[in-house]
């Protein structure tokens, strides 16, 4: 009993070592955000501001389209979620219930795919949109989120449609449902958990992409927050440390806020589908 005890004990220990591990950053950044250009200059830092000021958001609004930029990641990103959960889910359906050498075949090039460089795609990336006339335009971007995303969230579909029961699916064939009915009616109420959990994958990698908005968009009106956090470096890269802080913070807030949102609900539709299987 001693054993388990202390067995425990240090697995708590473990985890809450990890857990302020994960948040140191994101702390520092928050104490970062809130100090004046004097504590922030002071070579005996303080985790908590001795004397708290607003002034680095100001100043980061009145020196960067933050709310305009902030604008087109929300569009990107929430476009590139929708479209790669809309393309997955009948992908990953087929891709599980159907095996055959072709549908094999997918799935290696899926795991494949994931180790390619960003250095090595954005070339034929950057030709390709440039043939369709999608440079330098927010639809050219999301469409290269879509491209992106997918192959992990067929990945990660893939998983729940197998944790689905076939038996369902037998049984509404016995009813007399066909294929598409089944998936919509049957197979996509139990994936619930799963789409969501996709969509925000999808939706929080979009959100902080930066390297395919660096390259792909040139005009400052179109760039997304990422790129425009960049601007806070000076010439010879000092930074702006105050307003970089706070705009920071700010971007990170939307991918916080959608994941507050949602993990209730994908725990709900996981207890739910549990009881409907």
Known sequence: MKTSNRARAGQYTALLAYLVFLAFPFLWLISTAFKPPRELASPHPTWIPRDPTLANFRQAFDEQPLLRAGLNSLL????AALIAVVIATPMAYVMTRHRSRLTKAVTGWVVVSQ?????????????????????????GLVLVYVVWSLPF???????????VPAELEEAAAVDGAGRLRTLVSVTAPLLAPGIVATALFAFITAWNEFFFALVLL???????????????????????LGPLAAA??????????????????????????????
């Open 76 to 79: 990107a990103a929430l476009a």
């Open 115 to 139: 180790a390619f460089p960003f250095v090595l795609l954005i070339i034929p990336l950057f030709l390709v949109l440039k043939n369709l006339r999608l440079i330098d335009s927010v639809p």
């Open 153 to 163: 969230a067929l990945w990660m579909l893939a998983g729940y449609v197998r944790a």
């Open 218 to 240: 040139k005009t400052p009106e179109k760039q997304t927050l990422p790129v425009v956090l960049t601007h806070f470096l000076g010439a010879e890269g000092v930074a702006d």
């Open 248 to 277: 920071a913070f700010l971007a990170t807030l939307p991918s916080l806020v959608v994941f507050a949102l949602i993990q209730r609900r994908i725990t709900g539709g996981m207890l739910a589908g549990a009881v409907k299987s």
